[in-house]
């Protein structure tokens, strides 16, 4: 399977700091997405890192890409409590494939 | 308009019953998509719609029959389906191989 790894499964943070999620993948990707999901609601694009990029920023977000080690990280400065949800990176495989495979998610938890 | 829409929000059936699901988008996107995503799991890709036509079925039973009728609509047909199919029905749409946006789901209950 495709599908990346995403750890942790879950986070539970102070408002105000911090949030790391990794992602692991297992198979040359054209692209690397971020997106949020509040509960039971439509995913929300947050941010695309290409295969030649190995940093992105976003406003709070930043993003980070190891094709070596085949693996990307979300850091989410200053959180809210706002920023609760289940963030997934997602892999586009194939330039062109209009596939994309999501990875298991990390449920984030920011407590005011 | 930027949003994608989909209706309804919530169905519940029975395992005889035949319905649809409907997404709509303005942006003028090319490729619509299907994904299903059970609770506390990640969206399973189901179909996908480049220029009207279907180019990706990732072997869904054919109790599920996706339709393009036109470029900003996406329809799936739902028939004798099982409890097991009961799930979130998310419709996604993109302007080319490259970030996705999605719709809200249609919430699906067959008993």
């Known amino acids: 399977s495709q599908q990346g790894e995403e750890d942790p499964q879950a986070l539970s943070i102070q408002e105000g700091e911090n949030a790391t999620m990794n992602c692991s993948y297992k198979?040359?990707?054209?692209?690397l997405q971020w997106y949020r999901q509040n509960s039971g609601r439509g995913l929300v694009h947050l941010i695309l890192?290409?295969?030649?990029?190995r940093e992105k920023h976003s406003g709070r977000l930043r993003v980070t890409l190891d094709t070596s080690k085949k693996s990307s990280s979300l850091l989410i400065t200053a959180s809210r409590a706002a920023d609760t949800a289940s963030y997934f990176c997602?892999?586009?495989?194939?330039?062109?494939?209009?596939?994309?495979?999501f990875g298991k998610g990390t449920k984030l938890s920011v407590i005011p | 308009d930027t949003e994608v829409t989909q209706t309804p929000k919530h169905l519940v059936m029975g395992m005889t019953n035949k319905k649809s699901l409907k997404c709509e988008q303005h942006m003028g996107h090319r490729a619509m998509y299907w994904y299903k995503q059970k609770a506390k799991k990640p969206p399973e890709l189901m179909f996908v719609?480049?220029?009207?036509?279907?180019?990706i079925n990732e072997s869904v039973p054919s109790r599920f029959s996706p339709e393009c009728p036109n470029s900003s609509l996406l329809n799936l047909h739902l028939h004798a389906l099982q409890p097991e199919d009961s799930a979130l029905y998310l419709c996604a749409s993109s302007p080319r191989q490259d970030k996705q946006f999605f719709g809200p789901g249609t919430r699906l209950t067959v008993l």
């Open positions: 198979t040359s990707i054209n692209n």
């Open positions: 890192i290409r295969s030649n990029e």
């Open positions: 719609y480049s220029y009207e036509k279907l180019s």
């Open positions: 997602a892999t586009e495989h194939g330039a062109g494939s209009y596939q994309l495979t």
